[in-house]
């Protein structure tokens, strides 16, 4: 198991985006089985928790009362709302990742990771890619978790995000699940060793 953070005292943080149905979950989970020190930023969110889903593993659930009082707090990072739900990163939890040593995964779409961008935010930003929007459409319908209005929303909605892409630090193409994993490990040891990160 390679222990990344050779060169460094403080994490860095990995900004993931990518349109519903691109894998990247099944990627981002690579990274978190082979290297014990990155980690996953849990996200808030008013959505109720679907079936198999770990509060506190893969989301905080809370009620919009709730993360109103935390937007009134300044305790996000950056806060979105996606088809009616709300969803924001907590400051707190990220930066003491960071002083842990520990780099910090956020997965969120190009609205937060944008947001985050226009701020002047210090992160890595990557943009994950499905091979075609002909692909897309089938990873999504073979998902069968979304009607197909909502699998034409989405569809709508990645067209929106790719025109973002110019944005990212980085944008890996899901052509190969396995390719995609190795360039996007890469991209993980070689910004630690980036010397503006040292």
């Known amino acids: 198991m390679y222990k990344l953070l050779g060169n460094l005292k403080t994490g860095l943080v990995f900004v993931v985006s990518a349109p519903a149905g691109t894998g990247k979950t099944t990627l981002v989970e690579k990274l978190y089985q082979e290297f014990p020190n990155v980690v996953r930023s849990v996200s808030y969110t008013t959505r109720q928790c679907r079936p198999g889903e770990v509060p506190g593993d893969h989301y905080h659930f809370i009620s919009k009362e709730e993360f109103a009082q935390k937007i009134a707090r300044n305790e996000f990072l950056e806060h979105v709302e996606l088809y009616g739900t709300l969803y924001g990163t907590a400051y707190q939890a990220v930066k003491e990742q960071q002083q842990k040593g520990n780099h910090i995964v956020l997965v969120i779409d ?23 929007e002909e692909e897309l459409r089938k990873r999504l319908t073979e998902r069968q978790t979304e009607s197909a209005s909502v699998i034409e929303e989405r569809l709508q909605c990645a067209k929106r995000e790719f025109k973002a892409v110019a944005r990212y630090d980085y944008c890996i193409v899901n052509d190969d699940l396995e390719t995609a994993y190795q360039v996007l490990r890469s991209v993980f040891i070689a910004e630690e060793h980036r010397v503006s990160n040292l």
Do not use: E, H, W, Y
């Open 110 to 132: 190009t609205q937060g990771a944008l947001l985050l961008k226009d701020r002047g935010f210090k992160a890595v930003f990557i943009f994950l890619m499905p091979p075609s």
